[in-house]
């Protein structure tokens, strides 16, 4: 029994661990994600609300912290030029509450 309550106390910890913490690179080749940011809300894969606290930026819901150094960040990503060279196409959002997935196959990138 104590061995379940464990397995299960890591799955939780794994799950609620997969935050939004990111850090930009300099280099494309230093990056898990190659993100490109649209100009329309329609055309976005995920609606991003920049965090101020890296404490709110927590599950795989669109709410971005930036951290400092790239130590501190679950994810690194690179901001490129073209849409076509994209694995997620974001848009910011001012609010909080519209922060969220419009394509949900994309979600595994951020895991």
Do not use: P
């Not at 991003?48 to 890296?54: A, D, H, R």
């Not at 196409?89 to 001012?94: G, L, N, Q, S």
Request: glycine share 4%.
């Amino acid at each position: 029994m104590k061995k379940i309550i464990a397995a299960i106390a890591v799955l939780f910890c794994y799950v609620t661990a997969s935050s939004q913490k990111l850090y930009t690179v300099d280099y494309e080749s230093q990056a898990d994600v190659k993100v490109f940011v649209v100009k329309y809300e329609s055309q976005a894969d995920l609606l991003v609300f920049k965090e101020k606290y890296g404490s709110k930026a927590e599950g795989n819901e669109g709410k971005w912290f930036f951290t400092d150094y790239a130590s501190q960040a679950d994810t690194k990503i690179f901001f490129v030029k073209y849409e076509s060279q994209a694995d997620l196409k974001i848009y910011f959002v001012d609010y909080e509450s519209r922060a969220g997935w419009k394509n949900n196959s994309k979600k595994h990138l951020l895991y």
